[in-house]
Nanobody, 121 residues
Framework: QVQLVESGGGSVQAGGSLRLSCVAS????????MGWLRQAPGKEREGVAA???????SYADSVKGRFTISQDNAKNTLYLQMNSLKHEETDMYFC???????????????WGQGTQVTVSS
């Protein structure tokens, strides 16, 4: 059974930083593609960053240069380092996984429960 458990969300002032973590289980980590997506109430889920099974990363244009996706295969953990956070990036952030690389799309098969990030202006 695939499980993804996010943590690291919280409240931060604009310009601040947070690091999200996602611990994965139930599949061979490193052979799956992983992504971080976010969603505000009433809005569609938006891809933020993704990493494929070769470790190649992709970012939404809005976060390039500020966010970094990384992973520790030994710990089955995916990370998202978020710097220079903006008020409008207040969202629920989700970790996602699939054997297919969905890049920044919403079509990942497995999802975590999400972690809330609140950025005050």
């Amino acid at each position: 059974q695939v499980q993804l458990v996010e943590s690291g969300g919280g409240s931060v002032q604009a310009g601040g930083s947070l690091r999200l973590s996602c611990v994965a289980s139930g599949f061979t980590y490193g052979r799956y593609c992983m992504g971080w997506l976010r969603q505000a109430p009433g809005k569609e889920r938006e891809g933020v960053a993704a990493i494929d099974s070769d470790g190649i990363t992709s970012y939404a244009d809005s976060v390039k240069g500020r966010f970094t996706i990384s992973q520790d295969n030994a710990k089955n953990t995916l990370y998202l380092q978020m710097n220079s956070l903006k008020h409008e990036e207040t969202d629920m952030y989700f970790c996602a996984a699939d054997s297919i690389y969905w890049w920044l799309l919403q079509t990942y098969k497995y999802w975590g429960q999400g972690t809330q990030v609140t950025v005050s202006s």
